[in-house]
């Protein structure tokens, strides 16, 4: 992935609300790309997450399963 599209993919991830963010954890299809262990972009969305509060009870019962 170019420079460029990671730069791109980190906007998107600093626009997402806690809510977003948790949707795509729990419902993003397996290797998504902010999800593979060991990349720029995952270490960003996980440092972002924390950030904002990860998951809590309110969330999870609110996105469902």
């Known amino acids: 992935m170019t420079k460029e599209k990671i730069q791109k993919h980190k906007e998107k991830i600093d626009r997402m609300s806690r809510e977003e ?4 954890w729990r419902f993003s299809p397996t290797g998504h790309p902010y999800f593979v262990i060991g990349t720029e972009l995952n270490e960003y969305f996980e440092k972002r997450f924390k950030e904002l509060g990860g998951f809590s009870h309110a969330i999870s019962k609110k996105i469902g399963w």
């Open 21 to 24: 963010m948790c949707s795509m």
